[in-house]
Each structure stands twice: as C-alpha cells, then as structure tokens.
C-alpha cells in the first residue's frame, strides 16, 4: 500500500460548508496526487504536487484547493462543498526517478467516500 | 493532452474463459502504459505495466500488448476466475510523465 493513509475515510457534510481531507504517507515521496472517482469517469486529476509548497492543477480543480506544508501531508480542501462534489477521494503517490523526475508508477491510497447533502 | 479511452465499460465471462480490455490513446509521445485493478470499497493497484520499447509482458495469467501504430493497448487475462472480478483501468502518462491520464474503467466479471 506504498504506506499511503486517508482521513476521513468517510464524511457526510452539507453544502456551503468546507471540508478538508488529510493524505499520509511514511515513506518520503516527494510526488502526491489527489483524484476523484466517478462513475463512468474514471479517475480524473484534481491536483498534484511536486514537493513542499509545490502544487499544480489538474483536469478538474474548480472548487478544490491543496496544501503541502511538509513531504509527509498532501491536505485537499473544498471551500464550500456543492453536491456535484460528491464523490470518491483517492489520493496516489509517485517514488521518484534519478534527476528528480517522477517515475511514471502511481499507488493509490484507500479512498475517502464523500457525501454532499 | 492525453486522451484514453477504454472498452468495454462491463465485461461478463465464465470461469476459466479469457477476458481482454483494450484501451486507445492519443499522445504518440506516451511511453508508459499501466493497468490497475480496484476490487470494492479499495483503491486502485498496479497489476501489470508495458513501456514502449516493447511490445507484449506477461505476469502468469495477464499479460499486455502495445502496438503503438495504431497507439492502442491491451489488458489479457486468461482461464480467468471469480476472484479477478473487479473494475480495471488503464492509463497513459502526459509528456513530462509526472501525471497519468486513465480510461473509463472496465468491470469485470467472472460467473463460476
């Protein structure tokens, strides 16, 4: 499992209000993912990050932002949830390759199922 | 950017039959083609992956075929049984490879 956690593992939360979900990891990596699974879908990239206070956008970050305040953490927060946020949470992480990059390998944590009321 | 698309959506086969999943992409560049298989209320692991400089892998039962021509890519799993039964996706990296693109996923089952 890549020593990946997620917190909550699941949340039932009413629009308007903010939501944080917490990504673990013990192993040091410096790359961090967070998806959402829909059905139909797929997964499809929120956001990612490339180090502490590194981050970028992904396919469908409206709504979300992120924060890396150190390697270990990678927070996920919907300001003010909407029901169309409804959804399964994954986050991944990628071990890196020599000269920094990412490996192209991704492992997933267990999910977070969130539920907007 | 990358775009994967995957088929079928839902595939039913008998035990001991075969299953395959094909998936297309649109990024010539993609090098890196992963499967992952999600079984219920888990996330998705890696079962099997193929880089471009070759064309087929196997891993017992599974194997993958690339054939970047056509820049599609095929997930096998042979005398299949009830505990392959899951959802299997397939993936593809952009050009800098640090994020993957997945397809629509395929759920899988196996009758006994």
């Known amino acids: 499992d890549a020593g990946i956690t997620q917190s909550p593992r699941h949340k039932v939360t009413e629009t308007g209000t903010p939501v944080t979900l917490r990504c673990h990891q013990t192993e040091n990596h410096r790359y961090m993912y967070w998806y959402r699974q829909d059905p139909g879908h797929g997964l499809r990239l929120i956001h990612y990050s490339y180090g502490v206070k590194d981050t970028d956008k992904g396919e469908v970050s409206d709504g979300y932002s992120v924060s890396r305040s150190k390697t270990e953490d990678f927070l996920l927060t919907l300001e003010s949830a909407t029901s169309s946020q409804t959804s399964v949470y994954f986050c991944?992480?990628?071990?890196?390759?020599?000269?920094?990059?990412?490996?192209?390998?991704?492992?997933f944590g267990p999910g977070t199922r969130l539920t907007v009321l | 950017g990358e775009n994967v698309e995957q088929h079928p959506s839902t595939l039913s086969v008998q035990e001991g039959d075969s299953a395959v999943i094909k998936c297309t992409y649109s990024d010539s560049a993609s090098n890196y083609f992963p499967w992952y298989k999600q079984e219920l209320g888990k996330g998705p692991q890696l079962i099997i992956d193929i880089r471009s400089n070759v064309g087929e892998k196997k891993d017992q039962r599974i194997a993958v075929t690339l054939n970047k021509t056509a820049k599609h890519f095929s997930l096998h799993i042979t005398e299949t049984q009830p505990e392959d039964s899951a959802v299997y996706f397939c993936a593809a990296p952009n050009n800098a490879g640090n994020m993957l693109t997945f397809g629509g996923g395929t759920r899988l089952m196996v009758k006994p």
């Open positions: 991944a992480i990628s071990v890196e390759a020599s000269g920094g990059l990412a490996r192209n390998e991704q492992f």
